[in-house]
């Protein structure tokens, strides 16, 4: 009646194993190091590397049919790759192409943007980024402003794009255009990919405050872009979004990633011990612990619940939002603990790199970064507020 | 709750379904609760005859020999109906401890007997000052003659006052807290010098307090080995823990619904108080804190079948510890949302609350739990 | 500077040794039970005895002006002695004419009414109840309609009033009628006043869900009552009871008993030693305990910040709101904590008047009891939500 | 933040705002914080100028002698301008610690130039593993001819790199966690055998790592008597955990104040989002949380007054565990409410947030202060 036992097939066991000891011997080491640090600000090179490493291996990926050179997987082998990966400290894959334009393109492009976008995609050649958000368009999305006029067979794009993850590292973006203006606001939006090397793009740099830089403004002066690189109808763009953040939405509990930053977070107080002159510390901190792990536990299961339905149906319907909030929520408190185990090693702004032991330099020095970092992820991705009045309107009829 | 039914179990929950709705509507459970616990009540006359009694007891001694998933539902349904009725510690208390301990002869006459419905049992346990770790036990059982002598105080017996049969532990050795030293008792109910003061509980059942003074046993009506009660006690202790975990997933549920649709209807300042973003975003948050405790009580009974007693432990005692917290918010939520109408005796609500707050209190609070789970670890 | 010293002068500390040896000498024991066991429900009898006690002393209505029999006390004087009355297990006044009539018939009445209805609140000799709510007017009160026709020198009253506290054990029943529906729903309300012996009226019992008896619906078919038995002007009610409601928010916080049920709690938790086999379960309730005991001092200056303001105004503004708010919550806390430390001797549902030792008694049959009965706190008197609201538009300017 | 004030705290208070909002305005601070900690710092100097560096100091040692409420007033302005600089460890931490237990020489030398500016002090207290209990000293000072010798760790101390002479705890006998034994010494920041490894904090402030490897001072280097340090160094933190709390209160109303007016003016579907009541509500949840923590601020700052330790020690500890909570929350959903912008380096809000979360982790967190409080009894 456990949910999870699904996983725990002879083959599952076995391509588990399999998973861990690949990720032991070959994720390289500097690359780990950032990624049990918390980064979510891989330089492009390290993403790169380690999806060429994965590639070979017939990984890359995952959810792709191998019609389209992915390993086809079963949902059951995906969710225990991931699983495996994270807790290796592997990097997350890249979402933007991997997750969200190739699947997208399988759904709604031609033959031909096939053929074109998907092999850069599987062979890690070419990062995309997501051009949605805009100043104004946030969780509003709909209202988006940033035009792109029809001038025979270009579209000229003015405006700028905003919050645009990897924007710096990215070779091509994919986003929302407004090409009408004259009726509801989620029509007259049209689905673009742009080279972001054409004349009249300019990528800004947005400093977070904790001093990462993940994001970036966009601006378009007069940039052409063909037609023939539209996804889908003109002024249909709307449906293709919501199909892809649908895919987004996927995955977002973070439970993986959570369930090893916990393992960290234990792993530092057993082995540091900071606590070893305040035992009642000690044992409040371990309550916290075990009340997190408790919480995520029951994450995982609903996660596993809403996943993989009992009748075959796959597909998330809008209760999925849930994960993103609870995920988000688990997370952010996991890395408010580790902080503040941490004490007076956590005011240091400084992050070493090259230090061997990543839970000793935790203590030292990048406690306080996921903290502040993380806090983003409440917000993006549509808020947690939207995605409870996803909830209250589309589950509970609110 | 469960993530699939099977053909018969699809049965099973349309019965109890119509039963919850029909036999045991809100409006008919006053006078139904007057009768709980007298020898002809109705309602366990009921639960006999539509089999759930033996549903999850063994084939061998007169049961259906259903599985924990068959338990999940008759809880989940008993919660969602608020049914009141000793099947707790009967069924899954009693059951368990004489299934995995009792002697071939006191499986063979009771177990058909509770099937039946003509025999109840209680479990009684806990001893003053209240502390909810089984293995604290004072109670003393010395060997005199072919039998035992019983002396002792116990506390909060559920449904001890009108249990044919009490499985009691006592100590045949060793001090409070060590798990060594426990035996298990299978007392009469009229046994002399066995003293039941009688009470009703904030949910509407019953409990009692027990002082046994020198009560006089004999050597048969030990239950599994001496001094080696503590594991069934445990076993029997998690298998009640996670029913009454899947009883409050379904009083949960059973809560939101009834929140959900007086909000979409209650109207304050021209407007549903639905409408409200406010109130919207908290029935998110007693949806979210819903489903989470299903998937613990999910996890729960699931490890009953554990063969790693330190595995179920932890599980368990997680689900607990999720399913008192999401009923301490989710009762208090309902209550808040719908206002003063739940305050009211007349009003589902706040019976249901208090049933949801009676098993927060049973077998270990959120803090027992949460200690329990840390310190279950092999290493 | 802190705020609380103002408590501490030479009088002041004299008065509270004088309230303090009073209480103990002159507050019957069966009565002193009732208030320990976080009674909301307490007899008629009990409160009319502890009233004359009061009164015989020359504290009855202790916010009273000398003029009408109160003693006369600044603010000050009238904390203090709040403060010893709740950590003495005293009843609370009873507001409903002590504390909202009285000092609005005070600031409305006629000279006529003054003579007429203050004597019999200052003796105990008249009990009131408060006929404001209505089925379908609980936090929207503005939208009540139960009817009062004018018929010359009468009016006729027909409908009913929701939730009236003490209804049943009442002599007098002030209230908001509908006398006119055509304009405004705050117009056409008038303020009477009436006896509940009057033909017509029916008083049926509202059973609260843990079993207690404290409110009513109050039915009225066709009660006369005399025009001059009207407060204020006819269709004039609702400033009237806008004003009367703001006496009530002061002293919503109910710090002082709260104070008296941590108190409670801790001394069960010292003396009956349920932890006595859980050292871990003891430090993690003795945390929660002093938890509770730092959030009720915050309220507790909070409070005295708010009522004693330095420029000598003492009118409490709309973030006083924020009093009830966490005073409720806190008192709600307070109760969960006592009910989970009585552990298994929570599940019975009896309660022992007689019990000498009120630490002991509650250990074993009325931990429960005041967690669910007081439930309630944070819906009447404007639930929170309510207060919420206020403090957003009044205070925030939202 | 005060209840009420005097003419010249009036003053004081204009003075202050003025300060916060015109030369150290947000978008200077960035240019100011490049040369935070130089000798010739601009903001230190303005401070001195100004007299806030005497105002709180005694008038013998060319202090104002102000009182706590004055320190309030600075540290409440500060806080909401984000005025970053060595104040707390110079004029609170050293400042009482000279003024409580420092020689007639200690004091007339260095007080006045604390006043003036031309000193800066810095107190190394805190020890791996970073346990904030002043007694967890491990360092030790032996005596070897005429003066002292130290030697160990010390961690995190703010503005060691900076500071032109360190206070210093070291362990003159006993062992880590006694309370007795512990000595306090004036070092010179240039003594030889101190290594200094000074690095940028989350709020922008400066700390530093120290290492004393046999650092030798002088007899007349002893702040008070031997073996006796921990009352003074105990009163000095709480004076300091006090000042970070009210300048926390500070920071807080800011944040709340931004948090109002951007949701009064940011539209999203139409609206502000200022006008959805979850928004609202969360507000005044915000509102409410820096109402209570401005009390207990108060009431930390009025303790420091107190003649007795025990209750000093339960206040300060109350007020940090109160400003913890409320310091998370409102930084946590200022951030949340703004969305996107505020997680940006060019916005005030998330500097605001990143102080906030230093003031938690300074001098000991909630978990640390909560035990603190109950521990720190009479009886």
Redesign the interface.
């Known amino acids: 009646?456990?949910?999870r036992?699904r996983f725990q097939t002879a083959a599952l066991r076995a391509f588990r194993e399999e998973v861990r000891s690949f990720v032991r011997a070959n994720l390289p080491e500097d690359i780990r190091r950032k990624v049990a640090q918390e980064r979510m600000d891989l330089p492009r090179e390290d993403q790169q590397r380690w999806h060429k490493i994965l590639r070979a291996k017939g990984w890359a990926c995952a959810g792709w049919p191998k019609e389209h050179g992915g390993p086809g997987f079963s949902d059951d082998h995906r969710y225990v790759l991931e699983r495996e990966l994270a807790l290796g400290d592997a990097p997350r894959p890249m979402i933007y192409g991997e997750g969200m334009l190739g699947p997208t393109v399988m759904a709604y492009g031609t033959e031909a943007q096939k053929r074109q976008i998907l092999p850069g995609i599987l062979e890690g050649d070419v990062l995309w980024c997501q051009g949605f958000?805009e100043p104004?368009a946030?969780?509003?999305l709909a209202?988006l402003q940033c035009k792109a006029e029809r001038m025979g067979d270009h579209y000229v794009l003015n405006g700028s794009k905003?919050?645009t993850s990897e924007g710096h590292i990215a070779d091509w973006m994919f986003g929302l255009f407004r090409t009408d203006n004259s009726g509801r606001k989620q029509e007259g939006i049209t689905f673009l990919m742009l080279d972001l090397n054409l004349p009249g793009v300019t990528v800004r740099p947005?400093?977070?405050?904790?001093?990462t830089h993940e994001v970036n403004q966009v601006f378009f002066d007069n940039v052409c872009v063909p037609v023939e690189d539209r996804l889908g109808d003109e002024h249909k763009g709307w449906a293709i979004a919501k199909y892809l953040l649908s895919l987004e939405r996927f995955g977002t509990a973070e439970v993986s990633r959570s369930l090893a930053s916990l393992a960290r977070l234990k792993a530092f107080v057993r082995d540091?011990?900071?606590?070893?002159?305040?035992p009642?510390?000690r044992?409040?901190?371990?309550?916290r612990i075990?009340?997190l792990e408790?919480?995520l536990?029951?994450?995982e299961?609903?996660e596993v619940?809403f996943l993989f339905k009992?009748?075959g149906a796959n597909e998330v319907g809008p209760?999925a939002s849930?994960l993103k909030?609870?995920g988000t929520e688990i997370q952010?408190d996991i890395f408010?603990l580790t902080?503040?185990c941490?004490?007076?090693?956590?005011?240091?702004?400084?992050r070493d790199e090259s230090a061997a032991d990543v839970a000793a330099t935790r203590r030292g020095q990048d406690s306080?970064y996921p903290?502040?970092n993380f806090?983003?992820t409440?917000?993006?991705a549509g808020?947690?507020?939207i995605q409870?009045?996803i909830?209250?309107k589309a589950?509970?009829?609110? | 709750m469960?993530?699939?039914l099977t053909d018969e179990q699809r049965l099973l929950k349309e019965s109890l379904e119509r039963f919850r709705q029909q036999d045991y509507a809100f409006e008919k459970r006053k006078t139904l609760l007057a009768r709980l616990g007298a020898a002809d009540d109705p309602v366990w006359a009921q639960l006999a005859e539509l089999g759930w009694l033996a549903a999850t007891l063994p084939e061998e001694h007169g049961g259906l020999g259903g599985?924990?998933?068959d338990l999940?539902l008759l809880m989940e349904q008993f919660g969602r109906g608020l049914v009141t009725s000793p099947f707790v510690p009967t069924v899954v208390l009693g059951g368990t401890i004489l299934r995995l301990a009792g002697s071939a002869a006191q499986q063979s006459t009771i177990l058909p007997a509770v099937a039946e419905g003509t025999t109840r049992l209680a479990l009684a346990y806990l001893e003053p000052p209240g502390h909810p770790d089984p293995a604290c036990v004072a109670t003393r059982a010395r060997r005199e003659g072919d039998g035992f002598v019983i002396s002792g105080e116990k506390l909060a017996v559920l449904y001890g006052n009108v249990a044919d049969h009490l499985l009691v532990s006592a100590r045949t050795s060793g001090e409070v807290g060590d798990g060594h030293g426990i035996s298990m008792f299978l007392v009469p109910a009229d046994a002399p010098g066995l003293a039941v003061n009688a009470y009703r509980t904030h949910d509407s059942g019953w409990a009692a307090d027990l002082r046994l003074e020198r009560v006089q046993v004999s050597a048969d009506s030990l239950v599994g080995a001496m001094d080696s009660g503590l594991e069934t006690l445990e076993a029997a202790l998690d298998a009640g823990t996670a029913a009454i975990c899947a009883e409050a997933v379904g009083a949960m549920w059973h809560l939101h619904d009834m929140t959900?649709d007086y909000?979409?209807m209650r109207k304050q300042f021209g407007a549903t108080i639905?409408?409200f973003?406010a109130i919207?975003?908290r029935?998110?948050d007693m949806?979210?804190k819903c489903?989470?405790?299903?998937?613990?009580a999910?996890?729960g009974?699931?490890?009953l079948?554990s063969s790693d007693p330190i595995a179920r432990r932890r599980a368990v005692s997680?689900t607990k510890?999720?399913i008192g917290r999401a009923a301490r918010h989710v009762g208090e939520e309902a209550i808040q949302l719908h206002g003063g109408i739940a305050m009211t005796d007349d009003y589902a609500a706040g019976h249901y609350f208090k049933r949801l707050t009676m098993i927060r209190l049973m077998f270990g609070d959120e803090d027992y739990h949460?200690r329990r789970?840390?310190h279950s670890t092999a290493d």
Do not use: C
């Not at chain 1, 540091?272 to 305040?278: G, I, K, N, W």
């Not at chain 2, 489903?291 to 613990?296: G, K, N, Y």
């Open positions: 009646m456990d949910v036992e958000s104004n946030g969780s509003d209202s905003m919050w947005i400093l977070l405050f904790e001093g540091q011990d900071p606590f070893r002159h305040a009642e510390q044992e409040s901190t371990e309550r075990a009340e408790m919480e536990e029951a994450l299961i609903t619940r009992q009748d209760e849930m909030v609870r952010q408010e902080m503040m941490a004490g007076g090693y956590g005011l240091g702004a400084r306080a903290y502040f806090r983003k409440a917000i993006y808020s947690n507020e409870r009045n909830i209250a589950v509970l009829g609110l | 469960l993530p699939s599985s924990h998933a999940a959900l909000i979409k639905g409408s973003q919207q975003h029935m998110v949806y979210m489903q989470l405790a299903q998937s613990m999910l996890a009974l699931a490890a079948d997680a510890v999720q949460l789970y840390r």
